[in-house]
């Protein structure tokens, strides 16, 4: 059995890891809610926007108009990773990091053995363990520096611009979906070319434009993809912070119970110690008694 004196060191030691963690968890806790807010309120819109947006490809039938929608055989692909800058968030990152590597050894395997698999990697601990296996031709970790549309805007067009150049022939996205503060829905999401539900394919919407279709495709379609791309980054971000709080709620429930055990054996010790005393002082009174 353990001294007193590293028993004590130890209770310290996890009274100390208790402290860091139950603050950590308040901390995700804060951010969590306004994550969550943010999430939330563009939900919606960018999921009516998604719909108007694979009507309006699917009407199209000029293939200069439909530069965004255009099916081409996959080629090249491109796999946007999204992970968090920063650890202590569970399997968040670790799930993300799996399902590239799957993806990459199944339904892109052809295209990763020939080198024409790309990953570009948003957050730290993605890129940090992507880059030692595969190509990773851009990573964007400053982007929660300052979480904004305008901020994401600048990635999305850049990737929407390499699609439309001929660059990739497809681009998606896997990310955490954030569904409440304890699940994350691991999502893989087809970004370019713009996906056209099969109900939509057979009974196409026809659309009155106003002023024109050329302005409408011209503004519609570029805003609607860069919202989506922004609306993963906030489901990501919302995920991360709801993993965190609940990883660290964890730890500190973990702590809790390993101070009760270490108090327990150490009082255990503690009473072993006094009663070893008390009955050498027996032994000794015994001996001078003879």
């Given at each position: 059995?353990?001294?007193?004196?590293?028993?004590?060191?130890?209770?310290?030691?996890?009274?100390?890891?208790?402290?860091?963690?139950?603050?950590?968890?308040?901390?995700?806790?804060?951010?969590?809610?306004?994550?969550?807010?943010?999430?939330?309120?563009?939900?919606?819109?960018?999921?009516?926007?998604?719909?108007?947006?694979?009507?309006?490809?699917?009407?199209?039938?000029?293939?200069?108009?439909?530069?965004?929608?255009?099916?081409?055989?996959?080629?090249?692909?491109?796999?946007?990773?999204?992970?968090?800058?920063?650890?202590?968030?569970?399997?968040?990152?670790a799930n993300v990091?799996?399902?590239?590597?799957?993806?990459?050894?199944?339904?892109?395997?052809?295209?990763?053995?020939?080198?024409?698999?790309?990953?570009?990697?948003?957050?730290?601990?993605?890129?940090?363990?992507?880059?030692?296996?595969?190509?990773?031709?851009?990573?964007?970790?400053?982007?929660?520096?300052?979480?904004?549309?305008?901020?994401?805007?600048?990635?999305?067009?850049?990737?929407?611009?390499?699609?439309?150049?001929?660059?990739?022939?497809?681009?998606?996205?896997?990310?955490?979906?954030?569904?409440?503060?304890?699940?994350?829905?691991?999502?893989?999401?087809?970004?370019?070319?713009?996906?056209?539900?099969?109900?939509?394919?057979?009974?196409?919407?026809?659309?009155?434009?106003?002023?024109?279709?050329?302005?409408?495709?011209?503004?519609?379609?570029?805003?609607?993809?860069?919202?989506?791309?922004?609306?993963?980054?906030?489901?990501?971000?919302?995920?991360?912070?709801?993993?965190?709080?609940?990883?660290?709620?964890?730890?500190?429930?973990?702590?809790s119970d390993l101070?009760?055990?270490?108090n327990l054996t150490?009082?255990?010790?503690?009473?072993?110690?006094?009663?070893?005393?008390?009955?050498?002082?027996?032994?000794?009174?015994?001996?001078?008694?003879?």
């Open positions: 059995m353990a001294n007193l004196k590293e028993i004590r060191t130890r209770i310290s030691s996890v009274q100390k890891t208790k402290q860091v963690t139950a603050a950590m968890k308040m901390v995700s806790a804060a951010k969590l809610k306004k994550a969550q807010d943010s999430i939330v309120k563009i939900r919606p819109f960018a999921n009516k926007l998604h719909d108007i947006l694979s009507n309006l490809t699917g009407s199209l039938t000029n293939s200069d108009d439909n530069l965004y929608g255009e099916e081409r055989k996959p080629e090249k692909i491109l796999l946007v990773a999204i992970t968090s800058n920063k650890g202590l968030c569970g399997a968040f990152n990091i799996k399902r590239v590597t799957i993806l990459a050894g199944t339904t892109y395997a052809e295209q990763s053995r020939r080198g024409s698999l790309h990953i570009l990697a948003i957050g730290k601990q993605g890129f940090k363990i992507l880059k030692k296996t595969y190509n990773v031709v851009g990573e964007f970790n400053h982007v929660y520096d300052n979480l904004s549309f305008e901020n994401v805007s600048a990635i999305s067009s850049s990737v929407m611009e390499e699609f439309v150049d001929g660059k990739y022939d497809k681009v998606e996205l896997v990310y955490n979906q954030f569904k409440n503060a304890g699940v994350q829905i691991l999502t893989t999401e087809q970004f370019l070319p713009v996906d056209q539900p099969e109900e939509e394919k057979s009974s196409r919407t026809e659309y009155i434009f106003e002023p024109n279709q050329e302005e409408i495709l011209g503004e519609l379609i570029p805003k609607s993809l860069k919202i989506q791309f922004f609306k993963a980054l906030l489901d990501s971000f919302a995920s991360e912070h709801g993993a965190r709080m609940t990883a660290m709620h964890k730890a500190t429930d973990n702590a101070i009760q055990d270490l150490y009082n255990k010790a503690r009473q072993a110690a006094i009663t070893n005393e008390i009955l050498e002082i027996v032994s000794g009174a015994n001996a001078l008694a003879d």
